[in-house]
């Protein structure tokens, strides 16, 4: 029997350092939507993406935190090299992007694994850090990968680009809502 890694992992890897748990659903390079079944802690395929986009990062959440959208914090985790499902990953913030999808307020928090794991992205401390190109791509792909599906499309918007304090803003209340609700 495997843990239910949503519920038993603590959100913070280190809470001084601000560093967080990420727990992977989806690779780059595919075009499986996999989402993580929080009540009982399985994976399933929610749906193949509708058009001939791929996901360009590795895509997850951060446990015990419970969103805006009642969901937990999604992350994009900028990565070298191939990770797996499951995998959990010590992350830091870079940005976070605001987006409208389907009504809800859906914050995308993008990081990149910390030092230790990771030294190739120490000097990638905010959004400002990534190539100019890197930057459009990730805000738009977020818009574009449900272009296809007409029902959904229509209700995405894109917002704003915020800060690592306001990702930590973020986190912390999303950790503090789930321990609410988990009393």
């Not at 390079?29 to 996901?55: C, M, P, V």
């Not at 449900?146 to 973020?170: C, F, G, M, P, T």
Request: hydrophobic content about 35%; proline content about 5%.
């Amino acid at each position: 029997m495997s843990h239910n890694l949503y519920k038993s992992l603590p959100a913070y890897a280190d809470k001084e350092k601000w560093y967080f748990n990420v727990v992977v659903e989806i690779v780059p390079g595919t075009k499986n939507k996999i989402e993580f079944n929080e009540e009982h802690g399985y994976y399933y395929l929610d749906r193949a993406l509708y058009q001939s986009t791929f996901y360009p990062f590795h895509y997850g959440f951060i446990p015990q935190t419970t969103a805006w959208d009642w969901d937990w914090i999604d992350v994009c985790l900028l990565a070298t090299y191939p990770l797996f499902p499951n995998c959990v990953v010590k992350a830091r913030p870079i940005w976070m992007l605001q987006t409208i999808d389907q009504d809800w307020e859906d914050y995308k928090l993008f990081a990149v694994p910390i030092s230790k794991l990771d030294p190739r992205w120490d000097e990638v401390k905010t959004i400002d850090d990534l190539p100019e190109h890197v930057k459009k791509e990730y805000s738009i792909y977020f818009k574009e990968y449900k272009r296809l599906e007409s029902n959904k499309y229509d209700k995405i918007e894109i917002w704003d680009r915020l800060s690592v304090e306001q990702a930590h803003d973020h986190i912390k209340i999303a950790q503090e809502r789930y321990d609410l609700e988990h009393v």
